[in-house]
């Protein structure tokens, strides 16, 4: 039998007797409700790395915590914007004071170790920067503050991977957004939440080199597909998951390694 992994399956007492007997390392993923296209599901960029982190944290001791689901607002130039029914997005600063809440609350029971691996790329300067003004209001109680990680997840692939399953045609990750990525990891994990027979061929959106306020809808495919997803398979899918998922325990060891007096 596997031991607990959820934070949120164990009673106070026991996440308080784990917490004090083996230090584990936190994992809080950090996703977002956005559309990705007509054949995902609007939590997708919670659905993934709640998986990866579940993996990590069922394999290594650490334990996973229940997850912020709603992010930061989608940008047109990594998500498609805020015009598409279904994105449910926070304000900067909403984003910034839970985690920071959070922060102080987890250190607060002993957490030492902390993890938000973001699965939404816009939520990533905000995260960063509720950990430094949470570092910073530790500093200024006398408090003992953990020490946190904050990842993206999907710069855990490497390039053997990346050009194995794209070929040449690689966009990058801004525009890796309902794409061959996210759908084929989706078609491992959860086959049933995607709709294949959805998706229309259609060239990746091009998009300036800048962002304009307000900007202009018509630059982003009309199906919220920014590169597209044909091509996306399970089998792809499994290949990305299995080196998100060591990679990532790899790097979190690292990380959290106890520093060298
Ligand atoms: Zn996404
Ligand atoms: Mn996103």
């Known amino acids: 039998m596997t031991r607990p992994f959820r934070m949120a399956d164990l009673s106070w007492t026991d996440y308080r007797d784990r917490l004090a007997e083996e230090d584990p390392v936190v994992l809080v993923p950090v996703g977002a409700i956005e559309q990705h296209g007509p054949h995902l599901p609007l939590a997708t960029d919670c659905l993934i790395p709640e998986a990866v982190c579940g993996a990590c944290a069922s394999r290594g001791g650490r334990l996973l915590a229940p997850s912020i689901t709603y992010g930061y607002k989608s940008l047109p130039r990594c998500g498609g914007g805020q015009h598409f029914c279904g994105t449910t997005s926070v304000d900067a600063a909403t984003l910034i004071n839970q985690v920071k809440d959070m922060v102080r609350e987890f250190a607060r029971h002993g957490v030492s170790k902390l993890a938000f691996v973001v699965g ?8 960063n920067e509720a ?19 904050t990842v993206g997840y999907w710069e855990f692939l490497g390039e053997d991977t990346i050009r194995a399953a794209f070929g040449d045609t690689f966009p990058d990750w801004s525009l ?8 084929s990891v989706m078609l491992h994990l959860h086959p049933s939440l995607v709709t294949m027979d959805r998706l229309r061929p259609h060239p990746p959106a091009k998009l300036p080199l800048w962002d304009m306020w307000p900007y202009d809808e018509r630059l982003v495919p009309a199906d919220g597909v920014l590169a597209t997803a044909i091509g996306a398979s399970a089998e792809k899918g499994r290949l990305f998951y299995d080196e998100y998922v060591a990679t990532l325990s790899g ?3 690292t990380a959290f390694a106890e520093p060298a007096d």
């Open 120 to 127: 939404h790329m816009e939520n990533t300067w905000f995260v």
């Open 131 to 149: 950990c430094d003004l949470a570092l910073r209001e530790a500093r200024m109680l006398g408090l003992k503050a953990p020490r946190i990680m």
């Open 176 to 183: 890796e957004h309902a794409g061959i990525m996210e759908t």
């Open 251 to 253: 790097a979190l060891d």
